[in-house]
C-alpha cells in the first residue's frame, strides 16, 4: 500500500474519483491472485506393477 510520504504517491481529488471502478479493479485483482498460475504442473504418481 503506498503512503502519502511515498514519492510515488499522486493525490487523486474525490471528484475526480470512480468508487466503481476503483472497487472493481480490486475485485479483479482479488480474484486473480486466488486463481492458480495456468502453467502450474502436476505429478502424476505411476504405480508399479510387480512382474
Not at 6 to 30: A, L, M
Amino acid at each position: 500500500m503506498k503512503r502519502i510520504l511515498d514519492r510515488s504517491f499522486r493525490y487523486v481529488p474525490s471528484h475526480e474519483t470512480d468508487v466503481r471502478k476503483t472497487f472493481e479493479r480490486i475485485r479483479k485483482e482479488h480474484e486473480a491472485a486466488q486463481q492458480p498460475p495456468a502453467d502450474t504442473v502436476v505429478q502424476i504418481n505411476r504405480e508399479k506393477k510387480s512382474a
